[in-house]
């Protein structure tokens, strides 16, 4: 028919369609949302429940804590990349880099010092993330206890966190990008368990007494130890809640602490 529809075109009409279609479903950063670096996530600005108001005294009062916008890692550093770091700028290899229970490329790096952390987070043009911005991202928005949400969630197989024994597939570390159902409400993985991560802060058991409302830092330095957040693999599920703190003197290099980083978002 002149003028008409030919049925000749239907396929590449229809061919259209799905491919219009598709690029709609992608998934796509909110309004207005930058679009993270490879590899991190977007945390907006805004408040959050730190703390909590029971437990433990460090723990304790829970508080509302409001902080900058900021990316940070969806994982934690692995060897791999902390490698790629070493041989770029002659820095010392990690403690535990010939040890085969934990040098796979993988793997959380471990055997790294808090001064460490921070070399490499300044290599890649950022720092160690904030305690406040590493119990947000870890935690949400709706004062939850556990990454995923209730203790036992997700049932009563290791299949979420990497703790103490090998139900959950691993007797030490576990790859970095495994546990995907444990993931955090803005979708990190391991924030509970595999290695306790350094935080950028001093420690002080009393601080949430007197923490600032807006983009805490932690309380002024030199104190005597660095905050770690997360817990690891010899902890158990009640050891690895995201307001969990731990401290160690920020030379301190073992096998259950790791890190992850945090670029500043625009």
């Known amino acids: 028919m002149a003028g008409g529809f030919k049925l000749s075109s239907l396929p590449a ?23 993270p670096p490879e590899g991190m996530v977007y945390i907006p600005e805004g408040y959050f429940q730190m703390g909590a108001s029971q437990g433990r005294e460090d723990e304790r009062p829970m508080h509302f804590v409001h902080t900058s916008a900021f990316f940070i890692g969806k994982h934690e550093v692995s060897n791999a990349e902390y490698m790629e770091f ?55 928005n709706d004062g939850r206890l556990w990454p995923w949400g209730e203790k036992w969630a997700k049932g009563f197989f290791f299949y979420f966190a990497n703790v103490f024994g090998t139900d959950d ?27 306790w991560e350094w935080c950028l802060d001093w420690y002080d058991e009393g601080y949430y007494r007197t923490s600032p409302e807006f983009d805490p830092q932690g309380p002024e330095g030199p104190g005597q130890s660095k905050v770690l957040r997360g817990g690891s693999w010899v902890n158990d599920l009640d050891g690895v809640q995201v307001v969990r703190r731990a401290h160690n003197d920020p030379q301190v290099k073992n096998d259950i602490y790791g890190f992850r980083i945090v670029l500043p978002a625009p």
């Open 13 to 35: 009409f229809f061919f259209h369609c799905l491919i219009v279609t598709f690029l709609l479903l992608l998934p796509r950063p909110a309004m207005g949302e930058p679009v």
């Open 86 to 140: 070493v041989q770029a700028t002659g820095h010392a290899k990690p403690e535990y880099q010939d040890n085969p229970d934990f040098n796979g490329p993988d793997q959380p790096v471990v055997g790294v010092s808090w001064h460490d952390a921070m070399a490499y987070a300044a290599y890649k043009g950022g720092r160690l993330p904030t305690e406040a911005e590493w119990e947000k991202a870890a935690r949400g």
């Open 169 to 195: 597939n691993f007797a030490r570390t576990a790859p970095v990008t495994y546990y995907e159902s444990g993931a955090s409400p803005f979708g990190l993985l391991n924030v509970a368990g595999n290695v």
